[in-house]
């Protein structure tokens, strides 16, 4: 088994964290020895990215809104290095984690348009005790931010419940988490979208599976979170 580590300056924007994302080799390779890897890749951006590089993959029309509207270049950033990492490494499967579903099906999407060969599996979102997904960004919250963090969770929670249950508007949908949200002083909303999991356009009505999708600001930390829910069967 092989696992990359590889912060990639491509997909930060101007003025993001790129500079004090959390960085822990030692702690990586640690957990990766004990999790049963083989082999672990840690290249440097100067490997990665050549001078003059000047080539990018971009996927069109699932990268235009989410996460995109307020990080601009973040998916060709991020496209563009796993398909390298994918022709260095040549991986028969790579995992990527649900918390964060645009990037997971836009590579899926990716894998698929350019017949690279890799099956993209994604894994579950793993989850503090509270329910907040693990990020290396949590480290930036306050003891005030963590408190009211996993509100989050709880949010896209009650809106499986309602989709399973058998609401289908999801602007409904997006009111009711928009207003669970609230309730915590420090959370400022990024977005909230109900989207296909096919194409992850935002639907007019949920009749088949969804994501239910959020983004926030917990002072200077920006936490993502979301469900997969299909509609309650006729």
Known sequence: ??????????????????????????????E???AGVDIVF??????MYAPGHSTWVDVEG??????????????????TVVTKLFGICTPDRAYFGQKDAQQAFVIRRMVRDLDLGTDVVVCPTVREADGLAMSSR????????????????RALLEAEAAVAAGM???????????????????????YVEVVSTDDLRPVEKITSEVLVAAAVWMGATRLIDNVVVAPAAP
């Open 138 to 153: 949590n480290v930036f919250l306050s003891p005030e931010e963590r408190g009211q963090a996993p509100v989050l969770r």
């Open 168 to 190: 289908v508007d999801p602007k409904t949908v997006v009111a009711a988490i928009r207003t669970r949200l609230a309730e915590a002083a420090l959370v400022s909303v990024d």
């Open 62 to 79: 699932m990268t235009d809104h989410m996460c995109a509207a307020s990080r601009p270049g973040h998916f060709r950033g991020v496209c």
């Open 42 to 47: 840690h290249p440097a951006a100067e490997e």
């Open 1 to 30: 088994m092989l696992m990359s580590i590889f912060v990639n300056p491509t997909q930060f924007a101007p003025g993001e964290d790129l500079e004090r994302y959390p960085r822990d080799l030692q702690r990586d390779l640690a």
């Open 32 to 34: 990766a020895t004990a």
